[in-house]
């Protein structure tokens, strides 16, 4: 069964950083469009960045953009998101899939937690 494991989430000061990690469990990942999305706290689940298959193409949410850096390592089927200044709002569960995303590849998440 091919899955998605996000890690690397954590409870973070605003302006920390925090690396996630998702490790797909199969090969064929590395050739699709890959995307991180996140949940905060009663809203809805939103887009926040996507990379191609190659990491060439990237693109972000503006709320994001300047802050937070998605990258892959298609030898080691694991897309990556840097998050640098964190903010408060940018707390969340983050979740990985492709892009678009397809339902049965929603994985637990993790948990991100910036303080004020």
């Known amino acids: 069964q091919v899955q998605l494991v996000e890690s690397g989430g954590g409870l973070v000061q605003a302006g920390g950083s925090l690396r996630l990690s998702c490790a797909a469990s199969?090969?064929?990942?590395?050739?699709?469009?890959m995307g991180w999305f996140r949940q905060a706290p009663g809203k809805d689940r939103e887009f926040v960045a996507r990379?191609?298959?190659?990491?060439?193409?990237?693109s972000y949410v503006d709320s994001v953009k300047g802050r937070f850096t998605i990258s892959r390592d298609n030898t080691k089927n694991t897309v990556y998101l840097q998050m640098n200044s964190l903010k408060f709002e940018d707390t969340a569960v983050y979740y990985c899939?492709?892009?678009?995303?397809?339902?049965?590849?929603w994985g637990q998440g993790t948990q991100v937690t910036v303080s004020s």
């Open positions: 899939n492709t892009h678009p995303p397809r339902d049965y590849y």
């Open positions: 199969a090969r064929a990942f590395s050739s699709y469009t």
């Open positions: 990379i191609n298959w190659s990491g060439i193409t990237t």
